[in-house]
């Protein structure tokens, strides 16, 4: 163990873990707490940092972050429309800066893992190419609480086919009476609908619970019945620690402007595995930036599949916001990449835990999993005393300089993020929580 584990050990056995010391001792104990001066934060109107926990819906930016997008905005001015095909840093190839460090962020081989597009955009071109139902083989397994937007992009897929989600899309529910989804349940459902569904398509960390569902056993369990597998990580990708390639993963999407900290609206990711990337069989949309940019401005009609999962490009790429997804990759890196930002996260789960025992043990309910290998850093509050409404109670949190989000019906989601949150953060939280419940 090391000393910031030691501490929290020794905090929780004595009862001394709500004390202001041990937020400072653990923060001091933290290799990776000056990675935090990298971020810009917003600020209170007296010019305090905000306690800003809401990484799971948008990233801080980087202080390197205006500097990589200005610099390709004053090379757009200098070099016009020589920057694509600048020696270094030319757009044309723009893209393939960020393969490197996105395929250690999910585990992919380098040929396996492209940013493009935006995730619901990404998750559609997928379904191009991976829902390919026919008469036997036609349904699609997804989750009863799916971010709409995949939700929408599964049924509107389905009808494209000349399906009806009434025939072809299977909702699996959470089992017990809390938002979770029980894993066996989930292999149960895609054993049952066996040679009848085409494709599985689950978040890799549920957005509202911040539930990690077993991604290796979900895969095995839909290639043994036949069906392809795609995550959706867009709660997944930053947060926790992936391995797509040896899983086996059909396919995956993520946006990165939630954990990867690439701005609003920043470009998505994708990944395809290996063992699609030469399958000239498989349906696919097409564009220019798939085919072999050698050939690409000779503006034949002859598409020459690019022979990586570039091929599933279409336009060409938003520099602007790669440059700024850059920045944010380059703040990961000099943190040592994902291993030790989860192992951090850790600490900073459990010491979350602790204080929530501790300051408001019978007044907030936590609806996230409590097992460490089925979280992320996001946790899904309930406001449980009858006294207070969850609403008013998050209001009174953003009053008091905290943000974190508010989740109808009724959750609080809070998310401290390694990367830029310090666990005088997460003491500033709860002790605010509870001093509104008081
Ligand atoms: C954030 C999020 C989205 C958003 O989709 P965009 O296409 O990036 O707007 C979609 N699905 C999930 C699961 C998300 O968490």
Request: charged residues 20%.
């Amino acid at each position: 163990m090391n000393t910031a584990d030691t501490l929290l050990s020794e905090a929780i056995i004595t009862a001394n873990v709500s004390s202001e010391s041990l937020a400072e001792a653990l923060d001091h104990a933290d290799s990776l707490a000056p990675i935090r001066d990298q971020f810009i934060c917003p600020v209170n109107e007296d010019g305090t940092r905000k306690v800003y926990l809401a990484g799971n819906s948008l990233g801080l930016p980087t202080t390197a972050t205006a500097e990589y997008v200005t610099n390709e905005l004053s090379r757009w001015g200098s070099l016009g429309v020589d920057g694509h095909f600048s020696p270094e840093l030319g757009w044309a190839s723009y893209h393939q800066l960020l393969t490197d460090q996105m395929s250690m962020i999910v585990g992919g081989h380098p040929n396996e893992v492209v940013v493009m597009n935006s995730l619901t955009v990404n998750l559609h071109l997928l379904m191009v190419s991976f829902y390919q139902p026919t008469e036997q083989r036609h349904k699609i397994l997804i989750e009863s609480h799916a971010f709409p937007s995949d939700h929408f992009a599964v049924e509107s897929q389905i009808r494209q086919r000349g399906f009806r989600p009434e025939d072809s899309l299977v909702v699996v529910e959470p089992s017990g009476d809390d938002a979770l989804l029980d894993p066996n349940h989930i292999l149960d459902e895609i054993a049952k609908h066996g040679d009848e569904l085409a494709l599985v398509l689950l978040p890799g960390v549920q957005y509202y619970t911040g539930q990690v569902l077993p991604m290796v056993d979900i895969t095995r369990a839909a290639h043994e019945v036949g069906a392809m597998v795609g995550f959706d990580l867009a709660h997944a990708a930053g947060n926790v620690l992936l391995e797509l390639h040896d899983w086996g993963a059909d396919f995956a999407a993520w946006c990165s402007y939630k954990y990867l900290n690439a701005g609003p609206g920043a470009v998505g990711g994708c990944f395809v595995h290996n063992r699609h990337i030469g399958d000239e069989t498989l349906p696919k949309f097409l564009g220019w930036w798939g085919t072999n940019s050698a050939t690409r401005f000779k503006m034949e009609t002859v598409f020459e599949a690019i022979p990586t999962v570039e091929s599933w490009q279409i336009s060409n790429a938003p520099v602007l916001s790669m440059a700024s997804l850059r920045a944010s990759l380059d703040a990961i890196d000099s943190a040592g990449g994902m291993t030790p930002l989860r192992a951090k996260s850790e600490l900073q789960i459990r010491y979350f835990d602790a204080l929530l025992d501790d300051m408001v043990p019978t007044k907030v309910r936590c609806i996230n999993p409590t097992a460490m290998q089925d979280r992320g850093c996001q946790f899904a509050l309930e406001i449980v005393d009858p006294n207070h409404d969850g609403k008013s109670v998050f209001d009174q949190l953003e009053h008091a300089g905290i943000v974190c989000d508010w989740r109808y019906p009724n959750v609080i989601r809070v998310a401290p993020v390694p990367l830029y949150n310090s666990f005088g953060d997460i003491r500033q939280f709860v002790t605010t929580l509870r001093n509104i419940l008081q």
